[in-house]
C-alpha cells in the first residue's frame, strides 16, 4: 500500500487535519542509509512531519528544508521535501551519525530526544520570492513532535498539535509502521471546540499504537473527530525520493576550479561523488572529469 497523507477540516472549517501513513517512506530511508533504531525513529519523524507540512504548500516548485542542528551523538538531521507534484509529495534526508546508539528510555522506548540532546530546529521555505522564509526555534524535547509543534506556534503562529511516531522491529531494520497527525486551529476556532480539542488531543492514543491496530488516516481521522464535523476533503501520496542524477552531479564538479578538476584528472583514477541525501555513488573516470573540463572552458 502507499504511503499517502489525508487533508481534512472538522468543527465547521474551524481546524484543519492531516493524517499521514509512512511506513515505505520511512523504510526506504532506512534502507538507503543503513539507519540504526533510534536514528531510523528520528529521522522517520523528521520526514513524517516534512511530507505533512509539504501537503500544505500551495505549489509544486516550492521547496522546504527541515534541519536540526544539535549537540546529542545523532549530530543533526536534514529533511528536504517539495510541493504536491503529479499528485505525490516527495521527501529525501539523512542524519549525520546514521549509526548512533544509546540505551533506550525506563519504559523500553527509544529515546530520539537523547539521541538529539539540546538544538535548534531550522525551517527553511523557498515558494520563488526574493528571498525563502527562515524560523527558528530551540528544541523543546527533542523527540520532533513537540518541536513541530513549538515551532508552528512560534515562527507561524498557528496554534497546532503534532503527533508523529515510528514502530522499529527489535532485531532492527524493519518498520514496523509509521505515520504522523498535525492538527491545527484557524484564528474564528470557538472556545468550546478548543477545549473540546485540547481535551482529545490529551487523552488520544499514541500515533503507532492505532497504526498497528491496522488503522488507516482516514480511520485515525474518524476515531478522534467524527463527532466534530468532520469533512475528508483528499489524499496525496507520499515518497522517499531524492532528485539527484550524474547529470547535476556532473553540474557541480563543473564549478570547481579549472586546477583542481586538472590535478584531479593528472591523477589518473576515477572519484566518487556521494549524494547525503540518497547514499547513491556517482563514480567519474578521468576521461569523463576531461570532458566536464573542456566543457567548463566553453
Known sequence: MNDYIVRA?????????????????????????????????????????GVIMGS???????VMTLQIECAGPIKGMTVTVGGEKDGCVNAKGYVINPNVEIPLKENGKL?????????????????GLKEPFAGQTELVTGEIAEDLTYYFATSEQTPSAVALGV??????GQVLCAGGLIVQLLPFA???????????ISTMEPITEM?????????????????????????????????CSKEKVSKAIMSIDAK????????????EVNCHFCNTTYRFTPDELAILLKNKKI
Open 211 to 243: 497504526l498497528k491496530k491496522g488503522n488507516t488516516p482516514e480511520e485515525i481521522l474518524n476515531i478522534l473527530f467524527s463527532d466534530m464535523g468532520l469533512k475528508i476533503n483528499d489524499s496525496v501520496n507520499a515518497a522517499f525520493k531524492c532528485d
Open 56 to 62: 500544505m504548500l500551495k505549489n509544486e516548485t516550492d
Open 190 to 200: 470557538p472556545d468550546d471546540v478548543i477545549a473540546k480539542l485540547e481535551e482529545k
Open 111 to 127: 529515546d530520539v530526544g537523547g539521541a538529539l540532546g539540546a538544538g535548534f530546529l531550522n525551517v527553511i521555505k523557498d515558494m
Open 167 to 172: 514502530l522499529m522491529a527489535p532485531e532492527g
Open 260 to 271: 583542481d578538476l586538472e590535478e584531479m584528472i593528472a591523477d589518473a583514477k576515477p572519484i
Open 9 to 49: 477540516t472538522a468543527a465547521d472549517d474551524s481546524i484543519r487535519l492531516f493524517a499521514a501513513t509512512t511506513t515505505n517512506l520511512v523504510q526506504s530511508a532506512h534502507d538507503a542509509h543503513n539507519t540504526s533504531n533510534v536514528a531510523t525513529a528520528a529521522l522517520g519523524r523528521l520526514l513524517t512531519g
